[in-house]
């Protein structure tokens, strides 16, 4: 199971830290990403990180504004969205598959609910 969190109204140039917590004893064993969808548009690659955290993932249209990160202990990966653009509104959805290629070409195993993201001028 997979919950998102740390959605919400952010202004245009801001930060916002989106959280995903992964339960289960195998949730180690799987890479995880996140992925967006905008009102009208289909869902998109933002980021994804290996099973260790030791390779991370990134669509050019977040590079250098968005890092992903992931706390093995914890079970729980972070997307770091900075200088947010002024129109950026989408449901951030986590992922969590087995196949690491599979999750960046368009999702794998397991899929959040979605978490609200805004940016306001």
């Known amino acids: 199971q997979l919950v998102e969190s740390g959605g919400g109204l952010v202004q245009a140039g801001g930060s916002l830290r989106l959280s995903c917590a992964a339960s289960?004893?195998?949730?180690?064993?799987?890479?995880m990403g996140w992925f967006r969808q905008a009102a009208g548009k289909e869902r998109e690659f933002v980021a994804s990180?290996?099973?260790?955290?030791?390779?991370?993932y990134y669509a050019d249209s977040v590079k250098g504004r968005f890092t992903i990160s992931r706390d093995v202990a914890k079970n729980t990966v972070y997307l770091q969205m900075n200088s947010r653009r002024q129109g950026e509104r989408a449901v951030y959805y986590c992922?969590?598959?087995?196949?690491?290629?599979?999750?960046?070409?368009?999702?794998?195993?397991?899929w959040g609910q979605g978490t609200q993201v805004t940016v306001s001028s």
């Open positions: 992922n969590a598959a087995i196949d690491g290629d599979r999750l960046r070409r368009g999702g794998g195993d397991y």
């Open positions: 289960g004893r195998t949730a180690s064993s799987y890479h």
């Open positions: 990180v290996t099973r260790s955290g030791g390779f991370t």
